[in-house]
C-alpha cells in the first residue's frame, strides 16, 4: 500500500480535534491553593501540538451524541487531552524558550543540534516549517507536557488552529514520544 502524501502537514477543516493538530498562542493557566490566599500562574505557548491518539479523540467525538440525553454509556468520552508545547527552533536551540517562566535552558551546541533536527535526539522533535501554512520550524521537548480539559480545547480550537501533522509524521511523532516515556533509569553501584 503506497500512502498519497505530499507534505508534512494539512489543513483540517473538520469539526473535530486530531492527533498531530498544530494549535498557535495557547494560553494555559493554573490555580493554586496557599494557606491563606490562591494565585494564578499563566503560560502562552506559541504553538503546542495534540498528542492524544487519534482512535481516543475520534471515538471520543463520536460517541458524544448531541444533545447530553443519551442512555448510552459514556466510556468513550475523554476528560482531558495530551498536548505537548512545539517551541520555536532557534530559541529552544539558544536555551531562551522558556525566559517567560524566568527559566534558563542549555544552549545546544551544533553536534546536539544537528542530533535535534535529525530526530536523532531522543528527548525531542524536529518538525520543519511551512510557509504557506505559516509554520516555523519548531521543536517538541518531550518532556514538557500538559493535559488540557476536552471541552475547553474544543472551545479555544477554532481560534488557535493552525494545520494539522500528515499522518505517517504524526505517527513518527507519536511513537517517538511514547519511546521517551517509556524509557527505564537504572541504578548505578558503586562497584561497577
Known sequence: MTLNINSHYFFNDGKRICQGDILRDYQLEWE??????????????????????????ENDFDSRPPKKESKHPHDKFLQSILVCPAYPAEKLRKGTHLESLELTMQHLNS???????????????????DDNLQIPNLVLDFKHYYTIPREILYQKKDEHYLATINLIFRENLSQRFAFYLSRIGLPVFENE
Open 111 to 129: 553536534k546536539k543540534w544537528n542530533d535535534v533536527k535529525n530526530n536523532d535526539a531522543p528527548r525531542y522533535h524536529f518538525l520543519s516549517n
Open 32 to 57: 493554586f491553593y496557599k494557606a491563606d490566599h490562591s494565585e494564578t500562574q499563566k503560560l502562552i505557548l506559541p504553538y503546542l501540538v495534540v498528542l492524544s491518539q487519534e482512535c481516543d479523540l
